[in-house]
């Protein structure tokens, strides 16, 4: 199977557990892998039959700017159902970082892998 990417994609959202974080906006840095069958669209020059990163990273953006949730396993978790259901999507990868959380660390998030290859 074929992958399409999208790395570094950064959006600003509320995320985490303390007070003070309920009232800001932070950044989380998003790398995703999805599983996709680009012979379709290549064959033929066809955008409709790839997987259109420009959406999905649209479509990212606007599910970060509505979301508030305390752990970034729940917003990798929502993200990739959403993700996987509007776009049909059979597999993905998602590396979630939310920089300075750590200040000894570039970052610290999850990764995780939903759908079947």
Known sequence: MDRVFIEGLEVDT?????DWERGIRQVLR???SFAWDNRPAAADDDL????????VSARIQAFAEASS????????????????GEFNIPWLHLKLTKPGA???????GVEIERGCR
Do not use: Q
């Open 102 to 108: 750590v200040p000894a660390a570039k970052g610290v």
């Open 14 to 18: 509320v995320i985490g557990a303390y």
């Open 48 to 55: 409709s039959k790839a997987l259109d990163y420009a959406s």
């Open 69 to 84: 949730f305390e752990l970034v396993e729940t917003f990798a978790e929502r993200l990739a159902e959403v993700l996987m």
């Open 30 to 32: 998003l790398d995703l």
